[in-house]
Nanobody, 128 residues
C-alpha cells in the first residue's frame, strides 16, 4: 500500500514562490513515476509535472520554465519548486504515483489516468 503525504502549500502573491514536498512510504515498485497534479474549483484535475525513477522529468506547458520537479531517493521524497506563481496556479495540489516500465509514460498530462496512488492534497493560493 503506497502512502503519499504532501506538505508545503500556502498563500502567496503573484510572482512569489513555494516549494511542495511529497513523502512516499510503503512503496514496492521497482520502477515508478511520481508526479504532481492540481485541481482548481470547478475544473478537472490536471497534470503539472512528473519524474521517473531514473530522473526523467516532464512538465505541462503551463508551468514549463517556472516549476521544477526533483527527487531525493534516500528519503523517498519528491519536490515541486514553484517560481513565478500566477493566480491561475491556484488549486489543490496532489502528489501521485504509478508503476511504470517505460519512463515516457510518466508524462502527467497524457498519462494522467495511469496514476493510481494519491495523496490528500495541499492547497496553493496565489493572489493578484
Amino acid at each position: 500500500q503506497v502512502r503519499l503525504a504532501e506538505s508545503g502549500g500556502g498563500s502567496v502573491q503573484a510572482g512569489g514562490s513555494l516549494r511542495l514536498s511529497c513523502a512516499a512510504s510503503g512503496y514496492t515498485y521497482e520502477r515508478y513515476c511520481m508526479g504532481w497534479f492540481r485541481q482548481a474549483p470547478g475544473k478537472e484535475r490536471e497534470g503539472v509535472a512528473a519524474i521517473s525513477r531514473v530522473g526523467s522529468t516532464f512538465y505541462a506547458d503551463a508551468v514549463k520554465g517556472r516549476f521544477t520537479i526533483s527527487q531525493d531517493d534516500a528519503k523517498n521524497t519528491i519536490f515541486l519548486q514553484m517560481n513565478g506563481l500566477k493566480p491561475e496556479d491556484t488549486g489543490l495540489y496532489y502528489c501521485a504515483a504509478q508503476p511504470v516500465m517505460q519512463p515516457p509514460r510518466c508524462e502527467p498530462v497524457r498519462y494522467r489516468d495511469n496514476y493510481n496512488s494519491w495523496g490528500q492534497g495541499t492547497q496553493v493560493t496565489v493572489s493578484s
